[in-house]
């Protein structure tokens, strides 16, 4: 069974870079799949945040304004999100999800979400 | 920038069919793929591909697109289909993945 799973401060002070982990069991991250991150503000609808595949090849929402990188380590079978320079508006709960390439299903598996507030 | 269209809120009667839209100009060429998300839970794929049912999801849910707008309709909803709901589609390149509003189903 794949299974998600977030980890990361819960906490970030405003300016400073919001980093979160996404460990992944069940699967090898090295398959035919992308890896996607998506936050929800609070009491409000989802927003993607953006993919990375196996290869390193990365995908973003420009609504970030270029302040979100992921990465992944297949070393460790997870993958990560940075964003910097945070303000209140990135307070969310944020979301790690597959793609799963090979049947062609979007966001079949998703972790349980990580909340993670700016603030000083 | 590209956007989804959802009402925000829909209310049935238990057993009465519900019915949830999503507009996007993209729609007649792109996928539509809907999510349920319960309070405090994490979305969960109920339609993929404008009309596929994942595994394990009932075969009241069911999905279908036309023109610039997708349906997401349930047959027979019960209380425990409230939730709100979420639909998901990319921009005209591909690479951009766009969330509409979501729509807040209420059964009672």
């Known amino acids: 069974q794949v299974q998600l799973q977030e980890s990361g401060p819960g906490l970030v002070k405003p300016s400073g870079t919001l980093s979160l982990t996404c460990a992944v069991s069940?699967?090898?991250?090295?398959?035919?799949?992308?890896w996607n991150w998506v936050r929800q503000p609070p009491g409000k609808g989802l927003e993607w945040i953006g993919e990375?595949?196996?290869?390193?090849?990365?995908k973003y929402n420009p609504s970030l304004k270029s302040r979100a990188t992921i990465s992944v380590d297949k070393s460790k079978n997870q993958f990560s999100l940075k964003v910097t320079s945070v303000t209140a508006a990135d307070t969310a709960v944020y979301y790690c999800?597959?793609?799963?390439?090979?049947?062609?299903?979007?966001?079949?598996?998703w972790g349980r979400g990580i909340l993670v507030t700016v603030s000083s | 920038s590209y956007e989804l269209t959802q009402p925000p809120s829909v209310s049935v009667s238990p057993g009465q069919t519900a019915r949830i839209t999503c507009s996007g100009d993209?729609?007649?060429?792109?996928?539509v793929n809907w999510f349920q998300q319960k309070s405090g839970q994490a979305p969960v794929l109920v339609i993929y591909?404008?009309?596929k049912r994942p595994s394990g999801i009932p075969e009241r849910f069911s999905g279908s697109s036309s023109g610039t707008m997708a349906t997401l309709t349930i047959g027979g909803a019960q209380v425990e289909d409230e939730g709100d709901y979420h639909c998901?589609?990319?921009?005209?390149?591909?690479?951009?993945?766009?969330f509409g509003g979501g729509t807040t189903l209420t059964v009672l």
């Open positions: 999800a597959r793609d799963n390439n090979v049947d062609d299903i979007p966001l079949d598996f």
């Open positions: 069940g699967v090898s991250i090295s398959t035919n799949n992308w």
């Open positions: 990375i595949y196996q290869t390193g090849h990365t």
């Open positions: 993209e729609l007649p060429k792109k996928y």
């Open positions: 591909e404008d009309n």
């Open positions: 998901y589609s990319p921009d005209s390149s591909g690479d951009l993945r766009v």
